[in-house]
Structures are given as C-alpha cells and as structure tokens.
C-alpha cells in the first residue's frame, strides 16, 4: 500500500474526502463550498490546504478553489471507500437508520486498517454502493461513472429511477423516506413551477418538492409515459 495512505492524519483525510465529494461535483472545491461541508470557518481552511499542497496531495488554484493530485485522489477515494463500507456495516449489521449513519461513519472511517476492510466486506457480502445509493471505490480506487441526472433537472412528463442520493445530512434524509424517495423507487415528473416546485408522483402518491431537495437525488431517466 502506498505509505502516504498511513502517514496522512486524520485532519488531512477529512479534507482531502470532502474535496474529492466537491471535485466530482464541480470540478474546484471552492473554499467557501468546502468550509460549508466541514463545517469549519474559512479562516480555518487555508493553513491545512498549504500544508496539504507541501505534500503533493493538492492544487490551490486562486479565484478557482482545489483539486486533488494523483496522489491526493488515491488516498481521498481510499477514504471514502471506508466511509461508505462503515454506513453499510451501522445499517446492514447494526441496523441504524440510514439518516443517521453518516456523522458516526466519518469517525468509525479512520480506524478501518485494510486487515479490518476485507473481512468486513465479506461479512457485508461485497456491496457495490453505500446506504444512500452511492458507489464505493474498489480498493485500487477506481470508481465506475454513471450516467445519472438530478430529478430537478427532468423535464415534466418524464420519469426516473432513483439511483444515488448525493447529501446525507440527516434532516434531508429522513424527509426522503417520509415520502419514499428512496434508492430504486421509480420517481415521475408530472409538472414544474418554478415558485412553488416540483410536482412529482412516486407509487401512486402525488406531492410537491422543492427544488433544493429534488437537486440531491440522482436518477436514471426511463422510458414510457409518468404514470406509476
């Protein structure tokens, strides 16, 4: 294994995760985008990012935010691999509710050596994405590319199945299953209004959703009429 996976802390981890998340959004992480996601203050981020770059592991590019090296994306992908393996081990084994896995998985990441990892996903029987539909990297890091689109993106009279969900805040996640928009649901848009929102139908139940919550939901377009 590369050594650098062992000698990076904590800290630089979680940073180096949370820019991975960002770059695959965005393609920068910018500084504000990124103290958001640590829930740190700007101020904070710049002498870990300097220190970050001294290491290779980054590229601070002003007035267009971070992006992670070779090296950098190597350890960040390594990172999330474990962070999702921890989220299916507190729901598949210990049987926590997916809107409440994602702080306690943060922790549990950081202590899961690769002797811990294999028989840990043999146990989970080798799952290929985390609770919330995302995928996990193989542990040479590669990461299969979907084509997926955010239901705000769909178009009305069109329809999707749920692949991914990309914010796993607990409040966001809890009111998703309060209205079955969940990984694998077939989710239909009858209508878009850009003051009060989406109008969309998933098994056979008609509602509304903001634009904002309807962005974290990645699916699949299907072909066909809406009606579900």
Same mark, same amino acid.
């Given at each position: 294994?590369?050594?650098?996976?062992?000698?990076?802390?904590?800290?630089?981890?979680?940073?180096?995760?949370?820019?991975?998340?960002?770059?695959?959004?965005?393609?920068?992480?910018?500084?504000?985008?990124?103290?958001?996601?640590?829930?740190?203050?700007?101020?904070?981020?710049?002498?870990?990012?300097?220190?970050?770059?001294?290491?290779?592991?980054?590229?601070?590019?002003?007035?267009?935010?971070?992006?992670?090296?070779?090296?950098?994306?190597?350890?960040?992908?390594?990172?999330?691999?474990?962070?999702?393996?921890?989220?299916?081990?507190?729901?598949?084994?210990?049987?926590?509710?997916?809107?409440?896995?994602?702080?306690?998985?943060?922790?549990?990441?950081?202590?899961?050596?690769?002797?811990?990892?294999?028989?840990?996903?043999?146990?989970?029987?080798?799952?290929?994405?985390?609770?919330?539909?995302?995928?996990?990297?193989?542990?040479?890091?590669? $990461?299969? *590319? %979907? =084509?997926?689109? /955010? @239901?705000?993106? !769909?178009?009305?009279?069109?329809?999707?199945?749920?692949?991914? $969900?990309? *914010? %796993? =805040?607990?409040? /966001? @996640?809890?009111? !998703?299953?309060?209205?079955?928009?969940?990984?694998?649901?077939?989710?239909?848009? %009858?209508?878009?209004?850009?003051?009060?929102? !989406?109008?969309?139908?998933?098994?056979?139940?008609?509602?509304?959703?903001?634009?904002?919550?309807?962005?974290?939901?990645?699916?699949?377009?299907?072909?066909?009429?809406?009606?579900?």
């Amino acid at each position: 294994m590369n050594t650098e996976l062992e000698t990076v802390s904590n800290q630089a981890e979680e940073y180096l995760e949370a820019i991975y998340r960002l770059e695959q959004k965005t393609g920068y992480a910018r500084t504000m985008e990124l103290a958001r996601s640590l829930n740190v203050v700007p101020g904070s981020i710049t002498n870990t990012i300097d220190n970050l770059e001294k290491k290779g592991l980054v590229i601070h590019k002003p007035y267009k935010g971070v992006k992670l090296t070779d090296n950098g994306r190597k350890i960040a992908s390594n990172v999330l691999r474990r962070h999702r393996l921890a989220e299916c081990l507190l729901t598949d084994i210990l049987h926590i509710d997916w809107s409440q896995v994602h702080d306690p998985a943060c922790k549990l990441e950081h202590a899961l050596s690769p002797e811990i990892l294999k028989p840990l996903e043999k146990v989970l029987g080798h799952p290929k994405r985390c609770p919330h539909g995302n995928l996990i990297p193989t542990k040479c890091g590669g $990461i299969f *590319k %979907e =084509e997926t689109v /955010a @239901l705000s993106e !769909l178009d009305a009279k069109t329809a999707g199945v749920i692949i991914k $969900i990309t *914010k %796993e =805040e607990s409040e /966001a @996640l809890q009111q !998703l299953t309060q209205l079955h928009l969940i990984p694998g649901k077939r989710v239909a848009v %009858e209508n878009k209004n850009l003051s009060s929102g !989406l109008a969309i139908c998933v098994e056979g139940k008609h509602f509304t959703i903001d634009y904002d919550l309807a962005a974290i939901i990645q699916v699949k377009k299907t072909e066909g009429d809406v009606k579900n």
